[in-house]
């Protein structure tokens, strides 16, 4: 940051101690509430589930805790406290999408509402307020707005009034199935002084490791941490340091911008024939966002959040502003144009194309060291391969271009999931290797089949006699193979190897796997190598040496 | 970091009017290949081995910076992949429109199309749906933009019209499995024979070469 900038935002910080006022909409563990809800309109009713994500549990439904179900268990730990629990990986687009409704209902009462993570609603109050008459009936009013989506599954939620996000959040959440907290005016920062510093990873995104340094330091409570000089900590942790100062004085993590925000510029885009097609809306959204962050960048700032505006050729309008703490880069922003036009498709109100997009941006930070300029500065070749893969997602749809991400296991077809490219931050994945990182005991060996059959096809195995080839239960097998049908054909073993067991998840019944594999050679000239799997009493190819 | 520092070899280079260097190849595939991977040149890779050696000639430029996109192959085992050497924090899996209709395959081309401008390497599974006129548009464009097409035909064991006009045609036919016995080891690599034909490729080199595949790196 430049030596001037950082005077202007200190100054800017004097005069600007008081923090917004907000009130906070906090859904404890929704990834798992999200899940409940979608099973719930499959018709299946689910009490005990929990989120994995990286393997460790993320979030889990109430009944979940109750039985000693805790985030952050692993997979076998969480099912070993709760036998029943179903456990699913994370799904962030699930996570949204049933969220959806919720922030519909709000944004009904106030129409910009600040959406972050999904889980989660903050709104000023500062109208809506006097709109309904005080504080205390705002969190009624808003209680009562997510209470008629629906309750099937029933939804925790607190409601929280405060002077800045944190506060607002931290009040939120102790008022989970409780009438709404408001903290008066003033008040926040001495409340906020008397919590643990586990909330700022709580509810600020902190890294978990920082809040042990913290308490390994004697820091246990933001009192404490705010009884730091700011330039102690800045000295000692660098931004973080000032961040976490800041956050916990009950601001917002960044300081706001003194400098006056940079002339817009290409924001808004107007069609003259009303756009129908979803992915042209987002298509044109991803430009003008590479437009509008370059125009930041080349000044310096960042956006935090960002008011996207779209309108439709009736008059109907959708608006919503969308919040990041770390800043909205170019990819992001056409995220959030994509998420907002698929909701606005889905509540039913846009009756006919598209005719204006407008981005905003709302609030502006000076960049930080961690803001990368537009695509990261991994080189022209990945900005190129980064966008022609965008071009491709817009043209095929985000489901047919994907990416690898390693997930292990004995099954070659299953080593790695294909992860759509929507999902995942093409230049910065690039930055590290994407490589398996154990061996599974009972994984084929190396060399893995070049081509693993996703619907295996149906062989029998004989022997000498035309007898079909059993497998014990001790692993032996009834004869020597000697030659297989596939697809009507006869094709005599070469060589052969094998049986080698694959027992998967053998403590849970329903999903548990047992199978045997054989590496066979048939045919001569050309022969061919596969990989044969018995299973429920079935042979069947599932991969090919191609 | 191993990309920040092999771009930066590739970069400090004038873009303009030098032609950059081949992508490489590795040191086993010399026999096949060369001059490595010419840029803007076609190669078509048949026969029972055609996955396996088309990952393996595609691995070393992979590993060394270049981003890839994988057309068609849904069933392409990724581990392999992997094993071979190829990078897949830099590689992109398309996959085909699922309908053969005209219109899908007019998709089909602009997305090849889009792909060309942005990876220096495609891999790309042959198919009977894509007309001839197409695949011509599509070689121009690839000499044009100085990328390399890999060509895998997955399934060439019944003769049909070729498509493509490859540069370097490789023709596979496993002569030997080697690691596996009867009732014991495992395969452990196989030696493919490999006819060379095409129009780059002079008549005196059309003998078949043996290769080692997974080819060590």
Redesign the interface.
């Given at each position: 940051m430049p030596h001037g900038v950082s005077r202007c935002l200190r100054r800017a910080d004097m005069s600007r101690v008081a923090a917004t006022r907000v009130a906070a909409l906090v859904f404890p563990d929704w990834p798992a509430v999200a899940l409940q809800r979608e099973l719930a309109s499959r018709g299946e009713r689910h009490d005990v589930v929990a989120v994995l994500r990286a393997q460790r549990v993320a979030a889990c439904s109430a009944l979940a805790r109750v039985a000693g179900v805790r985030t952050g268990m692993r997979r076998r730990e969480a099912q070993a406290a709760c036998a029943d629990l179903i456990v699913v990986a994370d799904n962030p687009e699930r996570d949204r999408l049933v969220f959806e409704p919720v922030v519909r209902a709000v944004s009904e009462m106030v129409p910009l509402v600040e959406v972050g993570d999904p889980g989660t609603v903050v709104l000023p109050t500062r109208g809506p307020s006097r709109y309904v008459g005080g504080d205390t009936a705002l969190a009624e009013r808003l209680r009562a707005l997510v209470a008629a989506t629906g309750d099937e599954p029933p939804l925790h939620y607190g409601v929280g009034i405060a002077d800045g996000r944190l506060m607002a959040m931290v009040a939120a959440m102790s008022a989970v199935d409780k009438p709404g907290v408001v903290v008066s005016v003033g008040h926040s920062a001495e409340l906020l002084a008397r919590q643990a510093v586990a909330v700022l990873a709580l509810h600020a995104g902190v890294s978990i490791e920082m809040i042990s340094l913290l308490q390994r330091l004697g820091v246990y409570t933001l009192g404490d941490l705010v009884a730091i000089e700011e330039k102690l900590l800045a000295a000692r942790f660098g931004s973080l340091g000032v961040e976490v100062h800041r956050l916990a004085r009950g601001l917002d993590r960044h300081p706001p911008i003194v400098v006056a925000p940079p002339p817009n510029h290409a924001t808004e885009q107007h069609f003259e024939h009303p756009v129908e097609d979803l992915h042209r809306v987002v298509a044109c959204g991803r430009e003008m966002a590479v437009e509008l962050c370059a125009h930041l960048v080349a000044h310096a700032v960042s956006c935090v959040s960002l008011h996207i505006s779209l309108q439709g050729d009736h008059g109907e309008h959708s608006e919503r502003v969308w919040y990041e703490s770390d800043g909205l880069g170019a990819e992001a922003i056409a995220e959030r144009v994509r998420w907002q036009m698929e909701a606005w498709v889905r509540s039913r109100t846009l009756t006919s194309g598209v005719v204006v997009i407008r981005l905003v941006p709302v609030e502006l930070r000076a960049s930080s060291g961690r803001q990368l300029g537009l695509w990261d500065?991994?080189?022209?070749?990945?900005e190129?391969?980064?966008?022609?893969?965008q071009?491709?997602a817009s043209?095929?749809g985000p489901?047919?271009?994907?990416?690898?991400e390693w997930r292990g296991g004995r099954d070659?077809?299953e080593?790695?999931a294909?992860t759509s490219?929507a999902l995942v931050d093409?230049a910065h994945?690039?930055?590290?290797?994407?490589?398996?990182d154990r061996r599974f005991v009972g994984a084929l060996?190396?060399?893995?089949?070049?081509?693993?059959?996703?619907q295996p096809v149906d062989v029998q195995v004989l022997d000498t006699d035309g007898r079909v080839i059993v497998v014990s239960g001790r692993h032996e097998m009834s004869g020597?193979p000697k030659y297989i049908v596939m697809g009507g054909n006869e094709l005599d073993i070469?060589?052969?190897?094998?049986p080698w067991p694959v027992e998967e998840r053998w403590w849970d019944p329903q999903r548990h796997r047992r199978a045997v594999r054989m590496?066979v050679?048939v045919g001569e000239?050309?022969?061919?190598?596969l990989v044969l799997t018995l299973e429920q009493g079935r042979w069947r190819a599932t991969?090919r040496?191609? | 970091m191993r990309l920040t520092g092999t771009l930066s070899g590739s970069l400090a280079e004038p873009a303009t009017a030098v032609e950059r260097p081949a992508l490489a190849v590795f040191e086993s595939l010399a026999a096949v290949l060369p001059d490595g991977l010419v840029r803007g040149r076609s190669v078509l890779c048949s026969g029972d081995a055609a996955v396996s050696l088309a990952l393996a000639v595609v691995a070393c430029a992979s590993r060394s910076g270049s981003w890839l996109a994988v057309f068609g192959l849904g069933d392409l085992g990724l581990l392999a992949a992997h094993e071979q050497g190829i990078a897949l924090e830099r590689t992109v899996l398309v996959t085909p429109p699922a309908s053969a209709s005209a219109s899908s395959a007019g998709t089909w081309f602009a997305a090849l199309g889009a792909a060309v401008e942005g990876f220096e390497l495609l891999l790309v599974e042959v198919s009977s749906r894509i007309p001839a006129g197409e695949a011509r548009k599509l070689q121009q464009r690839v000499l044009a933009r100085r990328a390399v097409l890999v060509l895998v035909d997955v399934d060439s064991r019944h003769a049909r019209q070729p498509v493509f006009q490859p540069d370097v045609l490789l023709h596979t036919v496993t002569a030997r499995w080697c690691g596996i016995g009867d009732g014991h080891g495992h395969v452990r690599e196989r030696e493919v024979m490999v006819e060379m034909s095409g129009r780059r490729v002079p008549a005196t080199q059309h003998a078949a070469r043996c290769v080692t595949l997974p080819a060590p790196r």
């Open positions: 500065p991994f080189g022209e070749q990945a190129m391969a980064v966008k022609a893969a071009r491709l043209l095929l489901e047919a271009v994907r990416v690898a070659p077809a080593a790695f294909r490219v093409l994945r690039a930055a590290t290797a994407v490589t398996p060996p190396s060399p893995t089949p070049a081509y693993v059959h996703h020597t070469m060589s052969w190897s094998g590496q050679i000239s050309p022969s061919m190598a991969a040496y191609a | -």
